[in-house]
């Protein structure tokens, strides 16, 4: 690949981030549901569609579903499975909606309680650290078929992106250095990870 071929690669996989990073404002994932309701309500669909695939797709690099489920991001789990759907993406919206199944109706919103909840599917006692939750491996034959369709997400998140973008008048843009600043991680209040960021 040449200089100007990988130069264009990089463009495109920031593409749709560069769409949607004004929308995290807006989608708070630290609230209750109506909160979370009211912001996407304010955003296109095609925009929530993308900010709450890029979470799942930021947690599960970094720690699997279970990452994801814990953590503050996991109250987007059944807007993710609508979003990967409408993406064309039905492998990865089957295996999510298969791990959030595993909590039973209703889904529950509320980070304290999806961890508790799983917690105690994992069955830990209460000296059991954190990590025994990882190493029993809960979602496994999802995050399997998640991991089949490997880089095809993001390929779609940006096609997704593009699609709607041409039809709006969203005129993405790169930041300094070939894509735009994004430090922290989902609970810190840091801003949104990027794809491959990893936790320390």
């Given at each position: 690949?040449?200089?100007?071929?990988?130069?264009?690669?990089?463009?495109?996989?920031?593409?749709?981030?560069?769409?949607?990073?004004?929308?995290?404002?807006?989608?708070?994932?630290?609230?209750?549901?109506?909160?979370?309701?009211e912001g996407l309500r304010e955003v296109p669909e095609w925009v929530g569609d993308?900010?709450?695939?890029?979470?799942?797709?930021?947690?599960?690099?970094?720690?699997?579903?279970?990452?994801?489920?814990?953590?503050?991001?996991?109250?987007?789990?059944?807007e993710a499975v609508a979003a990967l759907r409408r993406m064309d993406l039905p492998q990865a919206a089957?295996?999510?909606?298969?791990?959030?199944?595993?909590?039973?109706?209703?889904?529950?919103?509320?980070?304290?309680?999806?961890?508790?909840?799983?917690?105690?599917?994992?069955?830990?006692?209460?000296?059991?650290?954190?990590?025994?939750?990882?190493?029993?491996?809960?979602?496994?034959?999802?995050?399997?078929?998640?991991?089949?369709?490997?880089?095809?997400?993001?390929?779609?998140?940006?096609?997704?992106?593009?699609?709607?973008?041409?039809?709006?008048?969203?005129?993405?843009?790169?930041?300094?250095?070939?894509?735009?600043?994004?430090?922290?991680?989902?609970?810190?209040?840091?801003?949104?990870?990027?794809?491959?960021?990893?936790?320390?």
């Amino acid at each position: 690949m040449n200089t100007t071929d990988s130069q264009e690669m990089e463009w495109f996989e920031e593409f749709y981030f560069t769409c949607i990073e004004g929308a995290f404002e807006d989608l708070d994932i630290y609230g209750d549901e109506e909160r979370l309701s009211e912001g996407l309500r304010e955003v296109p669909e095609w925009v929530g569609d993308l900010v709450c695939v890029h979470w799942l797709v930021s947690e599960f690099a970094n720690g699997g579903l279970m990452q994801f489920f814990i953590n503050s991001t996991g109250i987007l789990a059944p807007e993710a499975v609508a979003a990967l759907r409408r993406m064309d993406l039905p492998q990865a919206a089957e295996a999510l909606d298969r791990a959030v199944e595993f909590f039973g109706s209703p889904y529950p919103r509320g980070k304290q309680e999806r961890y508790q909840f799983l917690r105690q599917k994992a069955g830990l006692r209460l000296d059991d650290t954190e990590i025994m939750m990882w190493r029993v491996r809960l979602f496994k034959d999802m995050e399997d078929r998640l991991d089949s369709v490997g880089t095809r997400k993001i390929y779609r998140m940006n096609e997704y992106a593009k699609k709607h973008a041409d039809q709006t008048a969203v005129q993405p843009g790169l930041a300094p250095n070939g894509g735009p600043d994004r430090p922290g991680d989902s609970d810190t209040g840091d801003g949104p990870p990027s794809v491959s960021q990893s936790e320390a």
